[in-house]
């Protein structure tokens, strides 16, 4: 059973350093340093010592021993007992008589997802294909829209019908795409909506958008948004 769940988590690559816990120990004898690391993973626990594995123990099994291993020409064991209140388990090494402390986990700044940028430069390249299909007209603009209903029959099915469910969403992509005005006026509709969006300068010129309460600026948005989705629909067929 160990041996499956252990192939089963190199396929599906739950053995890397992600999913578990990686102790690292920093050995520093008379005759050179050297570096001690438990890797606990879904696929088994494996001791390393300078890249190279001493000790390994299969998946979901609980080792009483610790493991025997030479660091150089130093003798090592390396005890895991269960930490209850911890909810993990706990890693001793001992080197020649002397516990070996593990070392500090290194801290690594985890940088937020560029959402804003990424969204604008979405709604930049889909109104670009808007407009583009706008003043070219057939058979791009057949190819655009039928793309974009394509896209929006899809999102409709699979998420969007569950909170519209007269679908208004695709009804409201058919009148916005019928003629080339309101294409035209989507476009440049969405390039606005993302300059504001990115801009705090020009934000600040809008006054609900500049508003320090935060209904305000969401109502804000909110008119903007009916607004944006409202007037094309005039020009539509």
Same mark, same amino acid.
């Given at each position: 059973?160990?041996?499956?769940?252990?192939? $089963?988590?190199?396929?599906?690559?739950?053995?890397? #350093?992600?999913?578990?816990?990686?102790?690292?120990?920093?050995?520093?004898?008379?005759?050179?340093?050297? &570096?001690?690391?438990?890797?606990?993973? $879904?696929?088994?626990?494996?001791?390393?010592?300078?890249?190279?594995?001493?000790?390994?123990?299969?998946?979901?099994?609980? /080792?009483?021993a610790p493991f025997r291993f030479p660091v150089g020409t130093a003798a090592?064991?390396?005890?895991?007992?269960?930490?209850?209140?911890?909810?993990?388990?706990? #890693?001793?090494?001992?080197? @020649?008589?002397?516990?070996?402390?593990? @070392?500090?986990p290194v801290s690594q700044t985890v940088r937020p997802f560029p959402w804003?940028?990424? %969204?604008?430069?979405?709604?930049?390249?889909?109104?670009?294909?808007?407009? #583009?299909?706008?003043?070219?007209?057939?058979?791009?603009?057949?190819?655009? $829209?039928?793309?974009?209903?394509?896209?929006? @029959? $899809? =999102?409709?099915?699979?998420?969007?019908?569950?909170? @519209?469910?007269? =679908?208004?969403?695709?009804?409201?992509?058919?009148?916005?795409?019928?003629?080339?005005?309101? %294409? &035209? %006026?989507?476009?440049?509709?969405?390039?606005?909506?993302?300059?504001?969006? /990115?801009?705090?300068?020009?934000? =600040?010129r809008i006054p609900l958008l500049r508003s320090g309460a935060r209904r305000?600026?969401? &109502?804000?948005?909110?008119?903007?948004?009916?607004? =944006?989705?409202?007037?094309?629909?005039?020009?539509?067929?």
């Open positions: 059973m160990s041996a499956i769940l252990a192939r $089963v988590a190199r396929l599906l690559d739950l053995d890397r #350093a992600v999913p578990g816990e990686r102790t690292k120990w920093t050995v520093r004898l008379p005759h050179g340093v050297h &570096l001690v690391e438990l890797e606990q993973f $879904v696929s088994g626990t494996r001791v390393v010592v300078d890249g190279e594995t001493v000790g390994r123990s299969p998946a979901w099994s609980f /080792r009483s090592a064991t390396l005890a895991l007992q269960p930490d209850a209140a911890a909810g993990t388990v706990r #890693a001793t090494l001992v080197v @020649d008589g002397a516990r070996i402390r593990p @070392d500090a804003g940028r990424v %969204l604008s430069r979405a709604a930049y390249a889909l109104a670009a294909v808007l407009i #583009a299909a706008a003043v070219t007209g057939d058979p791009f603009r057949t190819w655009a $829209v039928d793309s974009l209903r394509l896209v929006v @029959d $899809v =999102a409709w099915v699979a998420a969007v019908r569950g909170i @519209d469910p007269f =679908a208004v969403i695709p009804r409201w992509t058919d009148a916005v795409t019928s003629s080339r005005a309101a %294409l &035209l %006026l989507l476009g440049l509709e969405l390039v606005a909506v993302a300059r504001v969006a /990115r801009d705090v300068r020009l934000r =600040a305000w600026r969401v &109502l804000g948005w909110a008119l903007i948004a009916l607004a =944006a989705g409202f007037l094309p629909t005039l020009l539509g067929d």
